[in-house]
């Protein structure tokens, strides 16, 4: 019997992902990020990683020149948003959507998002550290309410090994049996390192690639941290907020 040519060269391809990363392009955090786009693949690259997602705050941070330079590294470019949906009057629900549309600022609340990803079937929605419900978070319960719409829940790099809020969120996604993903929700570039998922993909291309996660084709690479860095990360995000707020509306002016 004739070996068929096609199924020798066929090869699983393991690629290494970073899907929440932030760069100084973005409109919220920009102004504490210390690395452009550039620099970012080129760490990437270093690292070993295949796949990036870039996922801004509200803003769809993907040029054609970026796509080009990461294709050029050898790697694939997502394009995503880390977007504000609404639940209520005042709550902001921080939601990664990859492949989205311009007309995405179009959408406010979560029906919105069920009418936009019902038109428009190839996005990818991703729950972002749910387990914390602090100011922008997507809580449990909406995460729960919800859930239908996600395609996959991120294990948020913010845990060590007595202090981990993701096994609220690990049984969740057992429970209705989504795929949960590692990412380092990235702000310093040094951290890439850390935490992502590998994803085992039979193309480089964006719908095997998403296709494998939904059919749970992953492993996720964990580094828990320290009690003190935990900490220190939560005391440095916050000052860096508000002295970028202080400095915004001239709170320092009379001083």
């Known amino acids: 019997m004739p070996l068929n040519r096609e199924l020798l060269s066929f090869k699983i391809m393991l690629l290494k992902s970073s899907l929440h990363i932030h760069i100084n392009d973005d409109p919220l955090d920009g102004h504490w990020i210390d690395y452009n786009f550039y620099d970012l693949v080129d760490r990437a690259k270093d690292f070993g990683f295949k796949v990036l997602g870039l996922t ?44 989205a549309k311009k007309d995405i600022k179009n959408v406010v609340n979560f029906e919105d998002l069920k009418r936009y990803k019902k038109k428009n079937p190839g996005i990818f929605i991703v729950a972002p550290h749910p387990g914390f419900d602090r100011k922008n978070s997507i809580s449990l319960k909406n995460l729960e309410k919800y859930i239908d719409l996600f395609d996959a829940i991120e294990h948020s790099w913010f845990f060590s090994k007595n202090i981990n809020l993701n096994k609220r969120v690990e049984r969740i996604a057992r429970r209705y049996q989504k795929p949960m993903i590692a990412t380092s929700d990235l702000h310093e570039v040094r951290k890439i390192k850390d935490d992502y998922v590998v994803v085992e993909s039979d193309h480089l291309s964006q719908k095997s690639f998403f296709q494998a996660i939904k059919n749970h084709k992953i492993k996720n690479k964990i580094k828990p941290k320290k009690n003190f860095d935990l900490l220190f990360s939560i005391l440095r995000m916050e000052l860096k907020y508000y002295f970028f707020y202080y400095r915004k509306y001239g709170l320092f002016k009379n001083r």
Not at 61 to 67: F, G, I, L, T
């Open 56 to 99: 801004c705050h509200n803003k769809i941070a993907w040029r054609k020149e970026y796509e080009d330079y990461a294709k050029k590294n050898g790697l694939m470019l997502l394009s995503g948003i880390e977007k504000d949906i609404r639940s209520g009057i005042f709550k902001k629900n921080h939601v990664l959507i990859f492949n």
